[in-house]
Structure formats: structure tokens, C-alpha cells
């Protein structure tokens, strides 16, 4: 019997030729180089252009130009690409670098870290192994280590780069959980413990806590919440009785959620009195510093922070207080053993062997495998600006979120809740004599609107007690007072329009 060997192709296809000049290697340097300039300078011609935070435009309105386009039928020319991107992205999209952009935390970003973006998308780095990161991996554990000293841990701590906050606080948790049930003798006394581990955080505590209790399999009410003085911070006697009352009730406290920056109100939560009670009940302090976590490097301010170095776990966001562009967050923890909670050793990438040699396999840390080296964002910025500088940045933004509380409180058209300890503002427009109720809620939701749909500056909002109110929440140190100014007398104007109008009747 004969076979018939399959002839072997020995030059590609006229559009796999093609498709490899969009390789980027050393043959394509030239358009690499031609395409980023064309990229960079499409982008620098819009921030030059751009008079307002964001067009206003709905998503109705951008809908049908994207759901248009053939995504079958490319472009082939970069030009006409950017072309096409200026109409469906750059025209429209919201700009966090503008002075009235005031809404959530999104931060303007540091040019030391845009630099570090371009390095690290081509270079394309994987920090799961050592073996597709070499350097990249003991430059993050370098960051960790950097952190995990200025919040005030010792030799032991250890940590690793997420995705966000959300995904630091999920994997605190997690930790928290396995610490837990590690106490149970046997897989029948784990599934017996697993619905009655309970999680004390914050009523203004981010949402990530409730969510991330959901997806680890506790029970529907396992997340706690612990009221808040009219200072808007954890009320420590409430969370002294919580502790006694799940004693009591046989509901082991699996951790203590503080936060040192509520998203809502910037307010940071007493952290050595938590520290103090949870070291009297044996139960484990996970820190939320998503936002306040620019404190570790203020130059003024940093003993705001002071009880987090009694922590068990912090969460850092680089990407809301550091300036540095989404994403670049981190788990930190004072203890390095209850990482191995989040190690699986797989005979393809990590061996179990690679630990005998001593290699460092971040992958053995992180919930993620493939991850991306977003830590070489911070180390250039550290490398090229220095700590101090970001910590003086940021130190602007809540002295101008402080002015802009004094302003509040003596104008006669808004009411405002109370001083935040970072950079956040919540308010709303109340004239004198005005009664509260659900026509000055509709009067304040539509002042937020009409502000977007107007472009001219972007707000955020919340409640509080029930209400409708506006937010700032400052992170540009280029924001000034007059900016503020500005934007209170638009968002009065749509407001007291709003009341006036006989709909609102």
C-alpha cells in the first residue's frame, strides 16, 4: 500500500502575506512606528480641540454608527481607520483630563505611565510565569514590596497586581473565606461552616463587598452592615455589638471590611479603633484604599491612613490616586502564607517543582493567569516623577475638593453633606425655603442630565437617606475654584428651570 503525503505549503497565501505585515517584529518596525505617531498625534489633536468633558450625545444617537459598520470588511489603511474611530469613539468619548469632568473616580493620567502603556502593549508581556515575563515579574513583586511599606507591613507581606478594586477585594475575601474554613476539621464541618461566615462592612462600604460574598457562595445575608455616624464613617460601638451579637448567635466573623475612602462621601473609616476590635475578636481587617490610598505617598496627609498597617489585607487602586491609566490595582497582604489559597499547580505552566528551584511564578499569587504588566506603568512613573510628586498632586485635589465644600456651604441655592477627608463633594441644590421632598429630587436628577446632554461639564450622583444628590468627585489638579463656580451656577440653572417648569407642579 502506498500513502499520499499532503504536498506542504512552502509560501503563504496572498492574504496571509498581507496579514503579516500587521505582525509587529523586526521586519515591520517602519509601520509600527509610522502607526503610532499617526495614533498618537490623532489623539493629541483631539485633547487640543476638546472645550468640554464630553459631547453630550446618547447612546441612541451612537448606536447605528457602530451597529453599521462591516466588521467583515476591513479597512486596510490605518488612516482611514483612525478616520473612522473619530466618529464612533474619539468625537464622543468622555475625557477624564478635563477640568469639569467631575463625575466618578477616573483620573487624569500621567504621561510617565502613557509611556509605560506603549512599552508594555508591544513587548506584551504575560506576569503569570517567569517564563514570559523575566524582568516584569520581580519589578511587580519590587511594587508590591514598595506598597506593602508604605502602608507599614513587615518582612512578611506580600502581594500581587489586579484588575481593579473590585477584584482586590474579591480575592481579600477569598482569602478571608479559606482562612476560615481552614479551622473546620473535615469537608462535612466546611460545608456546615460555609452559610454561617459572616462579613461586617461599612453602609457606605463599596458594593464589590456584596458581590463578592455572592460569587464565593456565602449565604444571602452573610454581608453585615455596620451603620455609620453622621460623619458618614464606620460607627465603631455598632460594629463593637455586631462582633458580640455574631459571637453570640454562633456566626463565625470571617473578616471586617473597613474603608479608607468611601466612593460616595471620601470619608475614612476609624481604622485603629477597627483594628483594635477586631485584634479583641480574632477576626481578620480587610482595608478597602481603593480611592485614599494616594494618602501613602501625601506629603501632608498621610497619617489619615494611620491603623492600616494593623490590617490583614489592603486593597490599592494606582488607577483612581496615582494618576495612572485603568488598569493598575493591587492586593497587598501582611501575611505572604495566605497567598497559597490562590496557588494551583498546573504541569503546563507552574509545576510543582519551580518552587524547589525557586523560581517566581506570580501566577501562584493571582486569581488571573494571563495578566497583563500594568506595574510598569508605576515603576516608570516612580522612576521618572518620584513619590512625592504624585502625593503633592493629589494633595491639590483634596484641597480643592475643600474649598469647594467652604463654597457650598455659605451658597444659599444648595445644601451639602458632610466634609469628606479626600476629594469628594455631596450636595444638592436646596434654595432657602425651598421643601425637601420628591419634586427637589426630580428638580436635582434633571440638573444632572441636562448638565451631561449639554457636554459643558459631567457630574456624578447618589442618594443619601433616601434622597437625590449630586456629587464632585475631584481627581484633576487642574480643576480650579472657578471651574467649580461654573458648573454650581449650571447645575442651579437646570435645577431652579426644572422646579419652575409646570410639569414639576
Known amino acids: ?125 504575560s506576569l503569570d510565569t517567569w517564563d514570559q515575563s523575566a524582568g516584569g515579574t520581580l519589578i511587580e513583586r519590587r511594587l508590591i514590596d514598595w506598597t506593602a511599606g508604605r502602608i507599614g507591613f513587615g518582612v512578611d507581606a506580600d502581594g500581587v497586581f489586579t484588575s481593579g478594586g473590585s477584584q482586590s477585594n474579591f480575592q481579600a475575601l477569598l482569602l478571608a473565606r479559606e482562612e476560615a474554613l481552614t479551622r473546620a476539621a473535615s469537608v462535612e464541618d ?3 461552616l460555609l452559610p454561617r461566615l459572616r462579613v461586617l462592612a461599612s453602609r457606605a462600604g463599596h458594593f464589590s463587598v456584596q458581590k463578592s460574598a455572592k460569587m464565593l457562595g456565602l449565604s444571602p445575608d452573610a454581608v453585615i452592615s455596620v451603620p455609620t455616624g453622621t460623619d458618614r464613617r464606620m460607627d465603631t460601638a455598632a460594629l463593637a455589638r455586631e462582633l458580640d451579637r455574631c459571637r453570640a448567635a454562633g456566626l463565625p466573623v470571617m473578616a471586617v471590611v473597613a474603608t479608607a475612602g468611601t466612593t460616595d462621601f471620601g470619608t475614612i473609616d476609624p481604622l485603629p479603633v477597627v483594628a483594635d476590635l477586631c485584634e479583641q475578636a480574632g477576626v481578620r481587617l480587610h ?43 493591587a492586593l497587598v497582604v501582611s501575611d505572604s502564607a495566605v497567598l497559597r489559597h490562590a496557588t494551583y499547580h498546573a504541569d503546563y505552566l507552574n509545576p510543582a517543582r519551580t518552587v524547589e528551584q525557586r523560581i517566581p511564578n506570580q501566577v501562584d499569587k493571582s486569581i488571573q493567569t494571563t495578566r497583563r504588566f500594568d506595574a510598569l506603568k508605576l515603576w516608570l512613573t516612580l522612576r521618572i516623577m518620584g513619590a512625592d510628586a504624585l502625593g503633592s498632586l493629589f494633595d491639590e485635589v483634596v484641597d480643592r475638593a475643600a474649598a469647594a465644600h467652604d463654597l457650598l456651604s455659605t451658597d444659599p441655592r444648595f445644601e451639602v453633606v458632610t466634609r469628606s477627608q479626600l476629594s ?40 443619601v437617606d433616601g434622597r437625590h444628590y449630586l456629587k464632585f468627585t475631584l481627581l484633576n489638579p487642574e480643576t480650579t475654584l472657578d471651574d467649580i463656580e461654573q458648573v454650581l451656577d449650571l447645575l442651579a440653572g437646570h435645577a431652579a428651570g426644572r422646579l419652575a417648569a409646570p410639569a414639576a407642579a
Not at 499532503?6 to 505585515?21: D, E, H, K, W, Y
Not at 498621610?302 to 494606582?318: F, K, Q, W
Request: glycine residues 6%; proline residues 7%; hydrophobic residues 40%.
Open 1 to 125: 500500500m502506498s500513502s499520499q503525503v499532503p504536498a506542504v505549503q512552502t509560501r503563504p497565501a496572498g492574504s496571509a502575506v498581507r496579514a503579516r505585515q500587521h505582525l509587529f517584529n523586526d521586519r515591520t518596525l517602519a509601520s509600527y512606528r509610522e502607526a503610532l505617531a499617526a495614533g498618537v498625534e490623532r489623539v493629541s489633536d483631539r485633547i487640543a480641540r476638546t472645550d468640554r468633558p464630553f459631547s453630550g450625545i446618547s447612546p441612541q444617537q451612537l448606536a447605528p454608527e457602530i451597529v453599521d459598520i462591516d466588521l467583515d470588511r476591513p479597512l486596510e489603511d490605518p488612516a482611514a481607520a483612525l478616520d473612522e474611530l473619530e466618529g464612533v469613539y474619539l468625537r464622543d468619548a468622555v475625557y477624564f483630563h478635563h477640568p469639569r469632568y467631575l463625575a466618578h473616580l477616573n483620573c487624569p493620567v500621567v504621561i510617565p505611565a502613557l509611556l509605560g502603556e506603549a512599552v508594555l502593549t508591544a513587548v506584551n508581556s
Open 190 to 192: 466546611r460545608t456546615a
Open 287 to 329: 482595608v478597602d484604599a481603593a480611592y485614599g490610598c494616594g494618602l501613602l505617598v501625601s506629603p501632608t496627609r498621610r497619617h489619615l491612613l494611620d491603623g492600616i498597617e494593623r490590617a490583614d489585607s489592603v486593597t490599592v487602586d494606582y488607577h483612581k490616586s496615582f494618576f495612572q491609566p485603568v488598569s493598575s490595582s
Open 424 to 463: 469628594t463633594v455631596v450636595f444638592r441644590y436646596r434654595p432657602v425655603g425651598a421643601p425637601d421632598g420628591e419634586q427637589l429630587d426630580r428638580a436635582n436628577l434633571h440638573a444632572r442630565e441636562a448638565l451631561a446632554a449639554s457636554g459643558a461639564a459631567v457630574v456624578a450622583g447618589t442618594k
